[in-house]
């Protein structure tokens, strides 16, 4: 197969760049010839990130879009002399991490030079008395899990990407692992960081533990998903792992008792630090032996941490099951979720029957979380062609919750895969604003929530705009993201 035979979704605004070889020889000045690749093998190989819909692409020989250059820095000084040749040339840079997002975020959707972080793949030091890691953010998740464990520490930040994802695309995303009800997402986790901003210069957020210097400077760089800088390190909270863990299950009548148990337990500043309740529809999919969970929604929850606590966190968390309706299922559908809970054959499986599949996260308070998911749900259901909407939610504080909807469905006749995906995506996110919640919890804006951002920023994205036209007067980082008001709708 050639380039020549796919079609590629996203090549309305590719930027033309008119002497390439100039390019690729500048670019092999800056990092040397062995670590800059235009072979059409690795072009392809950076195309669509994890983007679901993806799959669906692969099947049909559609790719999302090309890039021209691929690069793989080693320093710093190799970023920002990057950033500055693509800022001469007017050339997009996409930074990379490892494609796990879901959004459409590292999709190279005006072409141009990827930065593959991989290189950067390094622990740099643990410190135990600040308990606090330094790592280069291209470091993959899992590297720096079992270095933090071989040690007694853990981060905490365990996401079911964290096989095939990146400290960087985790600071870029704002992502949030399994175990977030306790160690808090990752900008609750991370104290210091690196960056190379879009001309090249480079950029020190000093850690420390909580300070009083001015504005929080760093947080605007949290969730800017390559747009106004590339992180190179970071330095994260970690703990010493934990001396007992106690598994626990509830199934209760609705999702609304389910909602007010775990509520009532975070209100005693209790923080277990996974809980995850599984709406009847995604209990009757994860947990079909469980009897007593039966057309029911099931409640996991894992405590940990020093023993004698845990032990008053278990008694806590049982007795507000049990004062909300819920009825124990004991801990076997914990260690099921325990031994399950990397898996994602869902996402690959459907689109060989057709079926378009994705995930979308949101946040809410509480006062109208409930309402969020029933309003979700009604309006999906209403949709034509929607086969499956489901939920999860399993990220929690004493205010508010981010739950998770799972869908899938059939484009009507002469509709293409991409219209039907972008009017579900659209669907889901209009029932959540209409009801007073936020457009993402975890997984960012990407290509699929940026033209909604002037509806949940308001006034504020104006001044974002104009803050990405400061740092970024070439638009070369990462252009078509976050700021770009209408889906981009491609050729299909
Ligand atoms: C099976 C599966 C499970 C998932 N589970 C979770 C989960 O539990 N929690 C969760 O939060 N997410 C989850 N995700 C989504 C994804 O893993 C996260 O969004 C992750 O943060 C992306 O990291 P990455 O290194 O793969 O980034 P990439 O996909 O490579 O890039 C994502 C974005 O980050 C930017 N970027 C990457 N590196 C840098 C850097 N060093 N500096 C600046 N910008 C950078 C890119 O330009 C792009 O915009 C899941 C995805 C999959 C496929």
Redesign the pocket.
């Known amino acids: 197969m050639d380039f020549k035979d796919f079609e590629i979704i996203y090549k309305e605004n590719r930027v033309k760049i008119l002497d390439k070889s100039k390019i690729e020889s500048n670019l092999k000045d800056i990092i040397g010839a062995h670590s800059v690749s235009t072979k059409e093998i690795d072009l392809l190989a950076y195309t669509r990130?994890?983007t679901l819909i993806g799959f669906n692409w692969d099947i049909e020989g559609k790719i999302a879009s090309l890039p021209d250059f691929i690069t793989w820095p080693e320093s710093v000084e190799q970023i920002s002399e990057i950033l500055k040749l693509a800022n001469k040339e007017r050339i997009p840079v996409?930074?990379?991490?490892?494609?796990?997002?879901?959004v459409g975020?590292?999709i190279p959707l005006y072409g141009g030079i990827i930065i593959d972080?991989k290189k950067f793949n390094k622990v740099i030091k643990i410190n135990d008395k600040d308990l606090t890691v330094t790592a280069e953010?291209?470091i993959n998740g899992m590297n720096l899990e079992r270095y933090l464990n071989a040690r007694g520490y853990t981060s905490g930040h365990i996401?079911?990407?964290l096989y095939?994802?990146?400290l960087?695309?985790?600071?870029?995303?704002r992502?949030?692992?399994?175990f977030s009800t306790k160690y808090g997402k990752i900008e609750d986790i991370v104290l210091g960081m690196e960056l190379v901003l879009p001309q090249g210069e480079v950029i020190n957020f000093k850690t420390i533990a909580g300070a009083s210097t001015g504005p929080q400077f760093d947080k605007l760089f949290f969730g800017?998903?390559?747009t106004l800088?590339?992180?190179?390190k970071a330095t994260l909270k970690i703990w010493p792992l934990p001396e007992k863990k106690s598994l626990i299950s509830y199934a209760f009548p609705t999702i609304e008792d389910s909602f007010e148990a775990v509520r009532k337990i975070l209100r005693e500043n209790i923080y277990p630090a996974v809980i995850r309740i599984y709406d009847k529809f995604e209990t009757a999919r994860h947990f079909p032996d469980i009897e007593k969970a039966k057309d029911k929604v099931m409640v996991i929850f894992i405590c940990e941490g020093n023993s004698e606590l845990v032990e008053l966190e278990d008694s806590i968390t049982k007795e507000k099951c049990e004062a909300n309706m819920g009825v124990t299922c004991g801990d076997s559908p914990v260690k099921h979720w325990l031994e399950t809970r990397f898996r994602?054959t869902e996402?690959s499986s459907m689109p060989p029957y057709k079926i378009v599949f994705d995930t979308i996260e949101i946040a809410s308070l509480w006062d109208n979380a409930a309402n969020i998911y029933h309003l979700v749900l009604e309006s999906m259901n209403k949709f034509k062609g929607v086969l499956m909407i489901t939920a999860h939610v399993s990220h929690f504080y004493p205010n508010g919750v981010g739950i998770y909807f799972s869908f899938g469905g059939v484009p009507s006749k002469g509709q293409s895969d991409l219209e039907f995906y972008q009017d579900c995506w659209d669907t889901t996110i209009k029932a959540v604003l209409d009801a007073g919640g936020s457009i993402a919890h975890?997984?960012?804006i990407?290509i699929n929530r940026s033209h909604w951002m002037d509806e949940e920023w308001g006034k504020a994205m104006d001044t974002l705009r104009k803050i990405k036209k400061v740092l970024d007067p070439n638009n070369v980082l990462?252009p078509g993201?976050i700021y770009v008001n209408t889906w981009q709708r491609g050729d299909n």
């Open positions: 990130g994890s996409i930074p990379y991490g490892e494609g796990s997002g879901v975020g590292a972080m953010a291209g996401p079911q990407s095939i994802s990146s960087g695309g985790w600071i870029a995303h992502a949030a692992g399994q800017a998903e390559g800088g590339i992180v190179t994602v996402t975890h997984h960012g990407g990462n993201k």
